[in-house]
């Protein structure tokens, strides 16, 4: 006697729809490494822009971007105080960097800050205590051209870029910037931007002013 069973039905197949977020969150990722790779210089505030657009697209609202604002807001600040010829906001790979013009903030051959400078560098300081930036250091670099300090105080460029680099860093911890964020570089004329000199030696004015600059890279 031939004994029948009773087939069961076959149950629709269901609970497996994360596998489609699952692929296109697997799209994106690799999509945004290609990305990273395709980059020659990936600097911070491109990495957050990249990183907020996919949050976007995974459903996430907002994602903090304080390298992108903390630009903005440098920018924003310059062009109120009008000093945009002295002083330059760009990036690089870790971060943000402002470029301060040494002949518009010191005196002649001297780390001494001129007093109608004070309140740019005030502002930045300012801006940069804010506690959204409370991650970020800060590193103040002195640079000068080749010719030899017009100061007898100051030996060699190493000093007076040194002591530029320092006297602007106290500043900010005045203005409560804490020193554990801070620290002061001397480069002296080891790494311009422009050359010095001529072929025969002759001085390049126009390029030795160039030269002469305070760097501030504000980095995580």
């Given at each position: 006697?031939?004994?029948?069973?009773?087939?069961?039905?076959?149950?629709?197949?269901?609970?497996?729809?994360?596998?489609?977020?699952?692929?296109?969150?697997?799209?994106?990722?690799?999509?945004?490494?290609?990305?990273?790779?395709?980059?020659?210089?990936?600097?911070?505030?491109?990495?957050?822009?990249?990183?907020?657009?996919?949050?976007?697209?995974l459903g996430q609202r907002t994602v903090a971007r304080p390298a992108a604002q903390l630009r903005a807001q440098l920018e924003a600040m310059v062009d109120?105080?009008?000093?945009?010829?002295?002083?330059?906001?760009?990036?690089?790979?870790?971060?943000?960097?402002?470029?301060?013009?040494?002949?518009?903030?010191?005196?002649?051959?001297?780390?001494?800050?001129?007093?109608?400078?004070?309140?740019?560098?005030?502002?930045?300081?300012?801006?940069?205590?804010?506690?959204?930036?409370?991650?970020?250091?800060?590193?103040?670099?002195?640079?000068?051209?080749?010719?030899?300090?017009?100061?007898?105080?100051?030996?060699?460029?190493?000093?007076?870029?040194?002591?530029?680099?320092?006297?602007?860093?106290?500043?900010?911890?005045?203005?409560?910037?804490?020193?554990?964020?801070?620290?002061?570089?001397?480069?002296?004329?080891?790494?311009?931007?422009?050359?010095?000199?001529?072929?025969?030696?002759?001085?390049?004015?126009?390029?030795?002013?160039?030269?002469?600059?305070?760097?501030?890279?504000?980095?995580?």
């Amino acid at each position: 006697m031939k004994t029948f069973y009773k087939r069961r039905p076959i149950e629709e197949e269901d609970g497996h729809e994360w596998l489609i977020t699952f692929a296109d969150a697997m799209t994106l990722l690799l999509a945004f490494f290609v990305l990273l790779v395709s980059f020659s210089k990936v600097d911070l505030v491109t990495f957050e822009q990249v990183q907020a657009g996919i949050a976007r697209d995974l459903g996430q609202r907002t994602v903090a971007r304080p390298a992108a604002q903390l630009r903005a807001q440098l920018e924003a600040m310059v062009d109120s105080l009008g000093v945009a010829d002295a002083v330059r906001v760009d990036t690089f790979d870790r971060g943000i960097t402002l470029e301060l013009a040494a002949s518009t903030f010191f005196r002649s051959g001297s780390a001494e800050i001129r007093p109608e400078s004070r309140t740019v560098l005030v502002r930045i300081s300012e801006s940069l205590v804010a506690p959204r930036y409370s991650k970020f250091k800060i590193a103040v670099e002195g640079h000068t051209d080749d010719s030899p300090p017009a100061i007898a105080r100051y030996a060699t460029n190493w000093e007076l870029s040194g002591a530029q680099a320092a006297n602007i860093v106290r500043l900010f911890t005045e203005n409560e910037i804490p020193s554990r964020r801070l620290r002061a570089v001397a480069f002296a004329d080891t790494t311009p931007k422009l050359p010095n000199r001529d072929g025969v030696g002759n001085a390049l004015s126009e390029n030795q002013s160039q030269n002469r600059r305070i760097v501030i890279r504000i980095h995580r």
